[in-house]
């Protein structure tokens, strides 16, 4: 299965998918593209000779173009899921019909609570005790496909979100390579009866 991975930001989760899921149950990560040239994704996909390509917004300042053509390379590469590994833009609607039902994405909250941005900082301020990380299909809202895989982690005394976030990153990064792996072994599946219910065949 011909994976790509948009990433805007460091890309730890990129590194955990080329470490954990990239050759294994028949992943290939294919493509790598990012929106920021400065994405230090960029370079770990250089490193592990990953085809990769660089959408910036100075040069796409409207996303139906940027998503477009992030599109038409991709499907170039013969890609057939796309992983959200911390991208920082929405999709278009036009994006997501290339792909249906095949990109994921990974939040950093126990969806449905704290979508959008800064989760851990809306989950702090609400005084959570449990968090946790989510990975799950994209539709045309935000954060609101159904859920794949979640893992919960009780943080009692959660104040930092930047502590918070560093206890989540190995959630992520065990769960989201996961994830990937499932899916390319055809272990996911929606419930016919609701697809909401996603089932895993383990
Ligand atoms: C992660 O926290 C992820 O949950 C969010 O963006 C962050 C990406 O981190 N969507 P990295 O670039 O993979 O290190």
New binding site residues.
């Given amino acids: 299965m011909n994976v790509a991975v948009l ?10 998918l080329i470490d954990r899921a990239h050759g294994r149950d028949g992943v290939r990560i294919a493509a790598v593209a990012s929106d920021r040239p400065s ?3 960029l370079e770990r996909a250089r490193a592990a000779g990953i085809e990769r390509n660089v959408f910036p917004r100075s040069e796409f300042p409207h996303r139906q173009a940027r998503d477009d053509a992030i599109a038409a390379w991709l499907l170039a590469q013969q890609v057939e899921l796309v992983v ?5 833009q929405l999709l278009e609607r036009s994006f997501l019909r290339c792909f249906p039902e095949r990109v994921i ?4 909250a126990l969806l449905p609570a704290f979508p959008g941005l800064k ?2 900082d809306q989950a702090i301020a609400y005084g959570v005790k449990v968090f946790g ?1 989510t990975v799950h299909f994209v539709d045309e809202g935000v954060d609101s496909g159904p859920v794949i895989l979640q893992r919960a982690l009780e943080l009692p005394q959660a104040h930092d979100p930047e502590q918070v ?1 560093a206890q ?2 190995p959630l ?1 990064h065990e769960l989201l390579p996961e994830a990937v792996r499932l899916i390319a072994r055809g272990a996911v599946r929606a419930d016919p009866e609701n697809r909401r219910r996603i089932l895993i065949e383990r």
């Fill in positions: 990433a805007s930001g460091t890309g730890t989760n990129l590194q955990a994405s230090p994704a959200l590994a911390g991208y920082m994405n990974v939040h950093p989760a851990v990380v976030l989540l990153r992520e």
